[in-house]
């Protein structure tokens, strides 16, 4: 069974959103996904700066298996990426919850705005078939 935690919101594309300070919001991608991808050994992060919409293509997921997309689950500017994954992609593996997040953005407006359409933990289970 893949872990799914209650504080995170996630999207049907199997990544979460994480609010933090402010107007900050935290996106990486669940345990399911990194068990379904394997080994991982590649992230292509989006740009810094980079103005992006919910449901974009922002970069890649490398494994030893196969290239996935990353989507965004929501909109924003990119403010952060997480360039531990440079050199340790294996974070996603070990750590999809913790230390291997993949980058910050900053929204506009509310969060709760912001994250509308977005699973809970309850409906992501489901859809995960768990």
């Known amino acids: 069974m893949s872990e799914v935690l209650d504080n995170l919101l996630y ?6 959103a994480l609010q933090g300070e402010g107007r900050t919001v935290r996106v990486g991608i669940t345990d399911h996904a990194q068990h379904l991808l394997g ?7 989006p740009e810094v700066g980079a103005v992006i919409s919910a449901g ?17 689950p929501v909109s924003g500017t990119v ?20 230390g291997g997040w993949i980058f910050e953005l ?15 933990a309850a409906e992501y289970k489901k859809l995960i078939g768990e």
């Open 56 to 72: 974009d293509s922002v970069g890649s997921i490398e494994s030893v298996k196969t290239v996935s997309e990353l989507y965004s």
């Open 79 to 98: 403010t952060r990426i997480n360039d531990k994954l440079d050199g340790s992609p294996e974070l996603l593996n070990d750590e999809p919850y913790g």
């Open 11 to 16: 999207s049907e594309e199997h990544e979460w």
């Open 106 to 120: 900053e929204i506009q407006g509310e969060y709760a705005a912001a994250v509308t359409g977005l699973l809970d």
């Open 39 to 45: 080994d991982i050994v590649f992230v292509e992060f």
